[in-house]
Every structure is written in structure tokens, then in C-alpha cells.
């Protein structure tokens, strides 16, 4: 009567091992991508590392892209993700190296009025190491603050 209609449902896992290093530091800690794209198929890897870095406590976070050429909406996706988890734990996301056309997409999309976006490691450092001077003088001072008499 009614013809049976076979449907086959093919579907595709691919498991992607994003290449990366992570050099972990008191203060900070620098993950720099080996991938030329940061794209589709690392951002959701980039997303979990940084998840995973957050939840060991590491909330100043170095993000070097001298590797990276070719970044897409996931791939910034990614970077603002990081940029979040960084900020809710009073810490920084700072880029780094960035590469002319990934700098132009940045600005395109607006989000160097958002991001730290430093040129190279060593700056990122010392601006990583200011930020941390400044919270340890701020928390001092609302620390003596609270102790003096009134």
C-alpha cells in the first residue's frame, strides 16, 4: 500500500585538536594559538580552554595570535567569550600579535572599543602586571579604609 522510505542519517563528528601552547605564570597566564584560522572549527576548543583555564583560577589571560591569520564570527565569538570570563573574576583579556586583516576585522566589528589589545607579548605582560598593581592598591586602600576609625 504505502511505499517504505528509507532514510539514512549520515552524521559527521569531527573531532578537531586545536594546536596551542599555555605558559602558565603567577599572575597570568599566555595561551598562544599554532592554528593560521581561528575559525568554526577551533573557536569551540579556544571557548572550552578558556572555560577550563577560568575554573583552575587563571583570570588574567594572554591571548597571542602571531599564528592566527584568518579569523571568523566564531573565532571573535571566542575572543569575547574570553573577555568576559576575564572580567567577571576582576582579571584581563588581553590580545596580542595581531595580524593586519585580523586587526581590520576587530575594528570592523567594534570590538577593539572592547577587547585589550596590546602588539606584542612583552607588552601584554607589563599591561596585564599594571592591572594587577592597580587591584592590589585599590583593595589596600579599601582594606584601610574600612579599618580607620570614624
Excluded at 605564570?25 to 571557548?47: A, G, H
Amino acid at each position: 500500500m504505502f511505499p517504505i522510505v528509507q532514510m539514512l542519517i549520515f552524521v559527521q563528528i569531527s573531532i578537531y585538536n586545536m594546536k596551542y601552547t599555555v605558559d602558565k605564570r603567577d599572575s597570568y597566564t599566555i595561551l598562544t594559538l599554532q592554528e593560521p584560522k581561528l575559525n568554526s572549527l577551533v573557536s569551540p576548543e579556544l571557548k572550552t580552554e578558556l572555560i577550563l583555564m577560568s575554573n583552575e583560577g587563571m583570570r588574567n589571560i594572554i591571548l597571542d595570535l602571531a599564528n592566527v591569520e584568518f579569523v571568523d564570527s566564531s573565532g571573535l565569538s571566542a575572543i569575547f567569550v574570553g573577555h568576559r570570563i576575564c572580567t567577571n573574576q576582576d582579571g584581563l583579556l588581553t590580545v596580542c600579535n595581531l595580524n593586519d586583516n585580523v586587526e581590520r576585522l576587530i575594528k570592523i566589528s567594534q570590538l577593539d572599543n572592547v577587547l585589550n589589545i596590546i602588539s606584542s607579548v612583552q607588552e601584554a605582560t607589563d599591561f596585564t602586571m599594571m592591572h594587577e598593581l592597580q587591584l592590589e592598591m585599590k583593595k589596600g586602600g579599601e582594606a584601610k579604609s574600612d579599618s580607620d576609625p570614624e
